[in-house]
Nanobody
Framework: QVHLVESGGGLVQAGGSLRLSCAAS????????MGWFRQAPGNKREFTAA????????YYSDSVKGRFTISRDNAKNTVYLQMNSLKPEDTAVYYC????????????????WGQGTPVTVSS
């Protein structure tokens, strides 16, 4: 079992930055890949970014590519999402999740989820 806790969300003006963190506990952190998803009010939860277990490869949705950066520190059992140039449409609850699956954009492939941290971007 893996327990995930997100932090770092908040209110920011458009053009600003935030860094989300997700702390993991349970089984060995470097055993699994990690992803970030987000869910805006009235919308489905959508893939945002993912990183392999070693941190060697990263993946992004088109909507955040070039603005967001996912990283991980396996010594600290933590994955991060650096969000720059934020836009009002980035407003959502952000969730981190863990997966063993090679296809990382599908929600169904993740076996553990955090509780989410809200991000609000004002215009």
């Amino acid at each position: 079992q893996v327990h995930l806790v997100e932090s770092g969300g908040g209110l920011v003006q458009a053009g600003g930055s935030l860094r989300l963190s997700c702390a993991a506990s349970g089984r060995t952190f470097s055993d699994y890949a990690m992803g970030w998803f987000r869910q805006a009010p009235g919308n489905k939860r959508e893939f945002t970014a993912a990183i392999t277990s070693s941190g060697g490869s990263t993946y992004y949705s088109d909507s955040v590519k070039g603005r967001f950066t996912i990283s991980r520190d396996n010594a600290k059992n933590t994955v991060y999402l650096q969000m720059n140039s934020l836009k009002p449409e980035d407003t959502a609850v952000y969730y981190c999740a863990a997966t063993f699956h090679p296809v990382r954009v599908e929600l169904k492939n993740y076996f553990s989820w955090g509780q989410g941290t809200p991000v609000t971007v004002s215009s």
